[in-house]
């Protein structure tokens, strides 16, 4: 069992940044590629970014290229997504995820979901 915690949302101004933190806890010995997705009210849950266990591997949606930033520090069991230039579309919760390969995560058949935390973002 793994335990995902996400951290870091809140509110920002359009045109600002944020940076969202996701610790694993529990069985984090099996090398587990990770990633991000969000959900706004009303919409399905989609895919923002993943990231392999040795980091040399990135998937980004398209919608945050050249935006959002994902990376991983495997000492500390944690995952950042680091979010610049924000849109009031990117407001949604965020929701860590972990899954035993790139492609599950890419496509959300992942082994374990965090909680979530809320970004919004202002105009």
């Known amino acids: 069992q793994v335990q995902l915690v996400e951290s870091g949302g809140g509110l920002v101004q359009a045109g600002g940044s944020l940076r969202l933190s996701c610790t694993a806890s529990?069985?984090?010995?099996?090398?587990?590629?990770m990633g991000w997705f969000r959900q706004a009210p009303g919409m399905e849950r989609d895919f923002v970014a993943a990231?392999?266990?040795?980091?040399?591997?990135?998937t980004y949606a398209h919608s945050v290229k050249g935006r959002f930033d994902i990376s991983r520090d495997n000492a500390k069991s944690t995952v950042y997504l680091q979010m610049n230039s924000l849109k009031p579309e990117d407001t949604a919760i965020y929701y860590c995820?972990?899954?035993?390969?790139?492609?599950?995560?890419?496509?959300?058949?992942?082994?374990?979901w965090g909680q979530g935390t809320q970004v919004t973002v202002s105009s």
């Open positions: 995820a972990a899954a035993l390969g790139q492609s599950r995560v890419v496509d959300g058949t992942v082994d374990y």
């Open positions: 529990g069985r984090t010995a099996k090398s587990y590629a």
């Open positions: 990231i392999s266990w040795k980091g040399d591997m990135i």
